[in-house]
């Protein structure tokens, strides 16, 4: 239980184009969902909280134009990297929390694959 | 604000031999404390988790974790590991509105 999905699994893109990921939560509702970024051999930077119908809220020095964040429904939120550029390549994942009395409680993140992407 | 430390950035053991990996954490409550393993190219999975309760709490994999309160310490062990262990491990502390981790500890097993 707890399955956490992503998708694509990995993109490459032009410099200049958008790209678009999708998070869902597979087998709970997730009332909140984040955004991460890895870098190589670092920690988890988070990104941005995303709580379902409302609008996300961005970690200090998140450019919130660059990152769109879409979490229109208790299963899926995703993240749009516009006009993406080389410095934007990383590793990109997503987290989930389920909701309060749920099968999984509200207290824990339960984390998805990742997507890398590659912008040339 | 709530932070978390790992001491060791890289541990090497033998395929066999116990692991231990450290954690320090910094929270004025009482804290959700987690610890999170990452493969290669993967995302992070739950190894388990201190809510409260008994402070050795038992995960996934044969880790178990002890919550010391008096050392605001969360250390990870493992009595044999394996050879699919290797891995990086991530501790993290839960505040009011995220989870902050640790800048983990990359564990790599020898034959």
């Known amino acids: 239980g707890a399955v956490v999905s992503q998708h694509p699994s990995w993109v490459i893109c032009k410099s200049g184009t958008s790209v678009k990921i999708e998070c869902r939560s597979l087998?709970?509702?997730?009332?909140?969902m984040f955004w991460y970024r890895q870098f190589p051999k670092q920690s988890l930077m988070l990104m941005a909280t995303?709580?379902?119908?409302?609008?996300?809220?961005?970690e200090q020095g998140v450019e919130k134009d660059k990152f769109l964040i879409n979490h229109a429904s208790l299963t899926l939120s995703t993240l749009t990297v516009t006009s993406a550029h080389p410095e934007d390549s990383s590793f990109y994942i997503c987290?989930?929390?389920?909701?309060?009395?749920?099968?999984?409680?509200?207290?824990?993140?339960?984390f998805g694959p990742g997507t890398r992407l590659l912008v040339l | 604000a709530q932070s978390v430390t790992q001491p060791d950035i890289h541990i090497t053991v033998s395929e066999g031999a116990s692991l231990e990996l450290r954690c320090n954490y910094s929270?004025?409550?009482?804290?959700?404390l987690f610890w999170y393993v990452q493969s290669p190219g993967q995302g992070l999975q739950l190894l388990l988790k201190?809510?409260?309760?008994?402070?050795l709490v038992q995960g996934i994999k044969g880790f178990e974790a002890e919550f010391k309160r008096s050392q605001s310490s969360f250390n990870l062990r493992k009595p044999s590991v394996h050879w699919s262990d290797a891995a990086e491990y991530f501790c993290?502390?839960?505040?009011?509105?995220?989870?902050?981790f640790g800048a983990g500890t990359t564990v790599t097993v020898r034959a």
């Open positions: 201190y809510f409260s309760g008994d402070t």
């Open positions: 929270y004025g409550a009482t804290p959700y």
């Open positions: 993290a502390v839960r505040g009011p509105y995220k989870l902050s």
């Open positions: 987290s989930a929390r389920g909701l309060a009395g749920g099968p999984f409680g509200q207290e824990t993140q339960y």
């Open positions: 995303s709580n379902e119908g409302s609008k996300a809220t961005y």
């Open positions: 087998d709970f509702q997730a009332t909140t």
